[in-house]
C-alpha cells in the first residue's frame, strides 16, 4: 500500500488532535501495523534487489535480509543508540 501525501498530512492531523477513542484505537491497532508492514515490505524489496556484489558490499547475503529486518525492528521498538531517556540498570 502506498500513503499519498495528503493522506500522511490527515494522518498526521489526526493523531496530533484525537489522542484518545475511537482516533487512538484505530492507529494502535490499524495504521500502525499497516505503516510497520508496509516499512517491512519495503526494506525487504530494497534489499531483494540488490545483486550478491552489492549485498557483500554492506555485509549481507541474501539469507540474511529477513534476519536483519527483523532486527531492525526490534531496534526501532526499544530506542536505538541515539535514544537519550534514562537507563534502569537491574
Not at 13 to 18: A, F, G, I, L, N
Not at 25 to 49: I, K
Not at 52 to 70: F, K, N
Amino acid at each position: 500500500m502506498i500513503y499519498t501525501v495528503e493522506w500522511l498530512a490527515w494522518l498526521e492531523r489526526t493523531e496530533k488532535t484525537s489522542p484518545n477513542g475511537l482516533a487512538a484505537w484505530l492507529h494502535e491497532h490499524v495504521l500502525e501495523p499497516m505503516r510497520t508492514w508496509n516499512r517491512r515490505q519495503r526494506d525487504l524489496q530494497a534489499l531483494a534487489d540488490l545483486d550478491a556484489h552489492e549485498l557483500h558490499d554492506i555485509g549481507l547475503t541474501r539469507g540474511e535480509i529477513p534476519y536483519v529486518i527483523s532486527r531492525r525492528e526490534l531496534q526501532s521498538n526499544d530506542g536505538g543508540a541515539n535514544d537519550n531517556a534514562a537507563r534502569h540498570v537491574a
